[in-house]
Nanobody
Framework: QVQLVESGGGLVQAGGSLRLSCAAS????????MGWFRQAPGKERECVAD????????YYADSVKGRFTISRDNAKNTVYLQMNSLKTEDTAVYYC?????????????????????WGQGTQVTVSS
Protein backbone atom coordinates (compact mmCIF):
# COMPACT_ATOMS: atom_id res chain seq x y z
CA GLN A 1 0.00 0.00 0.00
CA VAL A 2 1.02 3.61 -0.41
CA GLN A 3 2.86 5.17 2.49
CA LEU A 4 4.09 8.72 2.96
CA VAL A 5 6.25 9.14 6.04
CA GLU A 6 7.26 12.63 7.18
CA SER A 7 10.21 13.36 9.42
CA GLY A 8 12.26 16.33 10.58
CA GLY A 9 9.73 18.24 12.62
CA GLY A 10 10.46 19.56 16.08
CA LEU A 11 10.84 22.60 18.28
CA VAL A 12 12.90 25.53 17.03
CA GLN A 13 13.32 29.15 18.00
CA ALA A 14 12.05 31.91 15.78
CA GLY A 15 14.58 32.66 13.07
CA GLY A 16 15.80 29.09 13.01
CA SER A 17 15.58 26.41 10.34
CA LEU A 18 14.19 22.94 9.90
CA ARG A 19 14.23 20.50 7.01
CA LEU A 20 11.26 18.21 6.58
CA SER A 21 11.49 15.01 4.58
CA CYS A 22 8.75 12.79 3.21
CA ALA A 23 9.65 9.31 2.06
CA ALA A 24 7.16 7.67 -0.29
CA SER A 25 6.64 3.99 -0.97
CA UNK A 26 4.09 1.85 -2.77
CA UNK A 27 3.69 4.22 -5.70
CA UNK A 28 5.55 5.28 -8.82
CA UNK A 29 6.94 8.44 -7.26
CA UNK A 30 7.82 10.17 -10.52
CA UNK A 31 4.17 9.94 -11.60
CA UNK A 32 3.05 12.11 -8.69
CA UNK A 33 3.25 15.79 -7.97
CA MET A 34 3.95 16.39 -4.29
CA GLY A 35 2.70 18.99 -1.87
CA TRP A 36 3.41 20.18 1.64
CA PHE A 37 0.43 21.32 3.66
CA ARG A 38 0.08 22.56 7.21
CA GLN A 39 -2.71 22.84 9.71
CA ALA A 40 -2.66 24.92 12.86
CA PRO A 41 -5.21 24.43 15.64
CA GLY A 42 -8.57 25.88 14.67
CA LYS A 43 -7.47 26.62 11.13
CA GLU A 44 -8.02 24.98 7.79
CA ARG A 45 -5.35 22.90 6.15
CA GLU A 46 -3.39 25.06 3.73
CA CYS A 47 -0.92 24.31 1.00
CA VAL A 48 2.45 25.91 1.67
CA ALA A 49 4.28 24.50 -1.35
CA ASP A 50 4.00 21.99 -4.12
CA UNK A 51 6.30 20.63 -6.79
CA UNK A 52 5.69 19.07 -10.16
CA UNK A 53 6.57 15.53 -11.14
CA UNK A 54 9.82 16.64 -12.74
CA UNK A 55 10.73 19.11 -10.01
CA UNK A 56 10.88 21.83 -12.63
CA UNK A 57 7.85 23.76 -11.40
CA UNK A 58 7.07 24.83 -7.87
CA TYR A 59 4.46 26.86 -6.03
CA TYR A 60 4.71 28.68 -2.71
CA ALA A 61 2.11 30.32 -0.56
CA ASP A 62 2.75 34.03 -0.11
CA SER A 63 3.27 33.49 3.60
CA VAL A 64 6.34 31.31 3.03
CA LYS A 65 7.74 32.63 -0.23
CA GLY A 66 11.42 33.42 0.08
CA ARG A 67 11.75 31.40 3.30
CA PHE A 68 10.73 27.85 2.33
CA THR A 69 12.10 25.70 -0.48
CA ILE A 70 10.50 22.52 -1.77
CA SER A 71 12.57 19.96 -3.65
CA ARG A 72 12.39 16.32 -4.60
CA ASP A 73 14.71 13.44 -5.35
CA ASN A 74 12.94 10.98 -7.64
CA ALA A 75 15.77 8.47 -7.24
CA LYS A 76 15.12 8.40 -3.48
CA ASN A 77 11.32 8.73 -3.64
CA THR A 78 11.60 11.66 -1.27
CA VAL A 79 10.33 15.23 -1.15
CA TYR A 80 11.82 17.88 1.10
CA LEU A 81 10.77 21.17 2.61
CA GLN A 82 13.60 23.42 3.74
CA MET A 83 12.22 26.00 6.14
CA ASN A 84 14.34 29.01 7.02
CA SER A 85 13.68 32.17 9.02
CA LEU A 86 10.90 30.40 10.86
CA LYS A 87 8.22 32.47 12.55
CA THR A 88 5.89 31.61 15.40
CA GLU A 89 3.00 31.64 12.92
CA ASP A 90 4.62 28.72 11.10
CA THR A 91 3.71 26.50 14.05
CA ALA A 92 1.48 23.70 12.76
CA VAL A 93 1.31 20.05 11.86
CA TYR A 94 2.94 19.65 8.46
CA TYR A 95 1.71 17.02 6.03
CA CYS A 96 3.06 15.81 2.74
CA UNK A 97 0.65 14.70 0.06
CA UNK A 98 0.86 13.02 -3.33
CA UNK A 99 -1.24 13.86 -6.38
CA UNK A 100 -1.34 11.70 -9.48
CA UNK A 101 -0.41 14.11 -12.27
CA UNK A 102 -0.69 13.73 -16.00
CA UNK A 103 1.83 16.38 -16.90
CA UNK A 104 5.48 16.64 -15.91
CA UNK A 105 5.57 20.31 -15.02
CA UNK A 106 2.27 21.19 -13.40
CA UNK A 107 2.41 22.79 -9.97
CA UNK A 108 0.19 25.13 -7.99
CA UNK A 109 -2.57 22.70 -7.08
CA UNK A 110 -3.47 23.84 -3.60
CA UNK A 111 -6.81 22.14 -2.89
CA UNK A 112 -6.40 19.27 -0.41
CA UNK A 113 -9.15 17.20 -2.05
CA UNK A 114 -7.08 17.07 -5.24
CA UNK A 115 -4.46 14.97 -3.49
CA UNK A 116 -4.66 11.20 -3.43
CA UNK A 117 -2.43 10.20 -0.53
CA TRP A 118 -1.38 11.81 2.75
CA GLY A 119 1.24 11.29 5.38
CA GLN A 120 0.52 11.20 9.09
CA GLY A 121 1.98 14.64 9.74
CA THR A 122 4.89 16.01 11.72
CA GLN A 123 4.65 18.76 14.33
CA VAL A 124 6.62 21.95 13.85
CA THR A 125 6.67 24.32 16.80
CA VAL A 126 8.37 27.70 16.57
CA SER A 127 8.96 29.46 19.88
CA SER A 128 9.49 33.17 20.34
Amino acid sequence: QVQLVESGGGLVQAGGSLRLSCAASGLTFSSYAMGWFRQAPGKERECVADISRSGGSTYYADSVKGRFTISRDNAKNTVYLQMNSLKTEDTAVYYCAARRAQYLNTAGVTTPSRYDYWGQGTQVTVSS
